[in-house]
């Protein structure tokens, strides 16, 4: 009984093909590195790798002279996200449930919690 939920998430991985996966997974972290860019807020830098085979599916972006109370804003505002002191929002889109619109919406929160 206990393996039931392992063994139906291991179907779930294998219909999907971990290489589908991987594909989307670099998408949707280059998106997300285009709309954090596209931010163009001098107090954001993302300080994981550029390259793609560099980096796994997870950007660390450092918020020059916040705290965690942005961090806090955001996660209210839905993200699920990690934070990581004294000024660092790690934000990981998961390619098997997350869409490019959730990466859109996050882009759109940050913006407009930075505004504030």
Same mark, same amino acid.
Request: zero cysteines; charged letters at 35%; glycine letters at 4%.
């Given at each position: 009984?206990?393996?039931?939920?392992?063994?139906?998430?291991?179907?779930?991985?294998?219909?999907?093909?971990? #290489?589908?996966?991987? %594909?989307? &997974?670099? +998408?949707?972290?280059?998106?997300?590195?285009?709309?954090?860019?596209? /931010?163009? !807020?001098?107090?954001?830098?993302?300080?994981?790798?550029?390259?793609?085979?560099?980096?796994?599916?997870?950007? #660390?972006?450092?918020? %020059?002279? &916040?705290? +965690?109370?942005?961090?806090?804003?955001?996660?209210?505002?839905?993200? /699920?996200? !990690?934070?990581?002191?004294?000024?660092?929002?790690?934000?990981?889109?998961?390619?098997?449930?997350?869409?490019?619109?959730?990466?859109? %919406?996050? &882009?759109?929160?940050?913006?407009?919690?930075?505004?504030?």
């Amino acid at each position: 009984l206990s393996m039931a939920a392992i063994w139906a998430s291991l179907k779930i991985f294998e219909e999907a093909g971990m #290489s589908n996966l991987r %594909k989307k &997974a670099k +998408k949707l972290t280059g998106y997300l590195e285009f709309l954090v860019d596209d /931010i163009n !807020d001098d107090r954001l830098k993302i300080i994981t790798p550029r390259k793609a085979k560099e980096r796994g599916s997870q950007l #660390s972006i450092q918020v %020059k002279n &916040a705290d +965690k109370s942005l961090f806090e804003q955001i996660t209210k505002a839905g993200v /699920i996200a !990690d934070w990581r002191e004294p000024d660092v929002i790690r934000v990981a889109p998961i390619a098997l449930y997350n869409s490019f619109v959730d990466v859109y %919406k996050f &882009a759109k929160i940050l913006r407009e919690e930075l505004k504030k």
